[in-house]
């Protein structure tokens, strides 16, 4: 039932930007903390952002720290990912994430495929 319809993936330059965006339907978002990971093809699925839910603690991993923008508009019930000076180790499926600390089921997007041009 609760799911992200997912938008913003595409080819993107190098250099370029790209914001990525997941709207939350069937589930309570506004008490969830947000994440995006990323998959390389053949690689393990890794952690690029999140923001807390309880202080708005943000984390950003070292290869996207200074370039990625994790975001989120409750009243849309929506979560971002801006990705600015694109390159093309950021080339990946990134995956959207809600999770309670509190317990419950986590939500996912299915991926969305961003390929930077080198």
């Known amino acids: 039932q609760g799911k992200f319809v997912e938008s913003g993936g595409g080819f993107v330059e190098f250099g370029g930007s790209v914001r990525l965006s997941c709207t939350a339907s069937?589930?309570?978002?506004?008490?969830?903390?947000v994440r995006w990971f990323r998959q390389a093809p053949g690689e393990e699925r890794v952690l690029v952002a999140s923001l807390s839910v309880i202080d708005g603690r943000v984390y950003y991993a070292d290869s996207v720290a200074g370039r990625f923008t994790i975001s989120r508009d409750d009243a849309k019930n929506t979560m971002s990912l801006q990705m600015n000076s694109l390159k093309p180790e950021d080339t990946a499926v990134y995956f959207c994430?809600?999770?309670?600390?509190?317990?419950?089921?986590?939500?996912w997007g299915l991926g969305m495929q961003v390929i930077v041009s080198s």
């Open positions: 069937g589930f309570q978002f506004n008490v969830r903390g």
């Open positions: 994430n809600a999770f309670h600390l509190g317990g419950g089921p986590e939500y």
